[in-house]
C-alpha cells in the first residue's frame, strides 16, 4: 500500500518571510506596539493630507478674494467714470450751441462799440440791457472770458495767433492786442482768443533783407 507524499513546501501563513528591515526594526516590539505604531503613522499620513487640502483650500480662497477685489474696484471705477460722464454731459451739454451764440455776441459786441459816441441814445441805453442779459446767460451756463490782456504771454493752448508784429512796447512771444475774445466753459476751452503776437526785430530785418535781395535779382 502506498501513501501519497505531502507537498512540504506548504508553509503556514504565519510563517512567511518579513522584510529584514522591518523585522530588524520591529525586533522586541509586541505585535500591540507594532499596530499602535501602523495607527500613529496613518494619522500623521491624514494630517498631512488634511493639511496639504487647508493649504490648497486657502490659496484657493485667497485668490477669490483677490478677483473679488478686482472686480469691486473696476465697478466703482466704472461707476465714477459714468457718474463723471453724466455730470460732464449735462454740464457741457449746450456746448455746440454756445459755441454758435458767441459770433453772434461778437457781432454785438462791436455794435456797441460803435454806438458808444451816442451813450445817452434809447438804442444804446437798450443795447446795454441787452448785453448784460447776454453776460448774465453766459454766467449761468458757467462760460467766462479767457482772461487776456495786453503784455500777457501768448499760450498757444488758450490762444490763437493770427498775426505777428514788431513792437518797441512788448517783447518776443508777448500779446500785444486781441482781435477776437476767447471764451472758457469750466475748464474746458470752447473757443481760443484770436490775438496778435509780438516778435523780435531782429526777425523783421532779416525778412526785410530777404525781401531786398529778391527784388534786386
Known amino acids: 500500500m502506498s501513501f501519497a ?18 523585522a530588524a526594526e520591529d ?20 494630517e498631512q493630507e488634511e493639511r496639504s487640502r487647508e493649504e ?9 478674494k483677490n478677483k473679488l477685489l478686482r472686480s469691486v474696484a473696476d465697478l466703482e471705477n466704472y461707476r ?8 460732464d454731459a449735462i454740464r457741457y451739454g449746450n456746448q455746440r450751441l454756445l459755441e454758435d451764440l458767441l ?3 461778437d457781432n454785438f459786441g ?13 438804442i444804446y441805453m ?3 440791457m441787452v448785453q448784460k442779459q447776454l453776460d448774465d446767460f453766459l454766467g449761468n451756463q458757467g462760460v467766462q472770458v479767457v482772461d487776456l490782456k495786453p503784455g500777457d504771454v501768448f499760450d498757444p493752448k488758450e490762444h490763437d495767433a493770427m498775426a505777428q508784429e514788431v513792437s518797441e512796447e512788448f517783447e518776443e512771444g508777448q500779446i500785444i492786442r486781441i482781435m ?7 475748464d474746458r476751452l470752447i473757443r481760443p482768443a484770436n490775438v496778435v503776437v509780438a516778435q523780435a526785430a531782429v526777425v523783421e530785418e532779416a525778412a526785410d533783407a530777404v525781401a531786398e535781395e529778391g527784388e534786386e535779382s
Open 27 to 46: 525586533a522586541g516590539k509586541t505585535l500591540d506596539e507594532i499596530n499602535e505604531e501602523i495607527e500613529k503613522e496613518l494619522e500623521e499620513a491624514i
Open 110 to 122: 462791436m455794435g456797441m462799440a460803435a454806438s458808444e459816441q451816442d451813450a445817452g441814445s434809447m
Open 126 to 128: 437798450g443795447m446795454q
Open 5 to 22: 507524499m505531502q507537498d512540504e513546501t506548504i508553509t503556514n501563513p504565519e510563517e512567511q518571510e518579513v522584510p529584514v528591515e522591518a
Open 180 to 186: 477776437r475774445k476767447g471764451y472758457k466753459m469750466g
Open 80 to 87: 465714477k467714470r459714468s457718474a463723471r460722464d453724466k455730470a
Open 103 to 105: 459770433p453772434v455776441i
Open 56 to 64: 490648497e483650500l486657502e490659496e484657493e480662497v485667497a485668490e477669490l
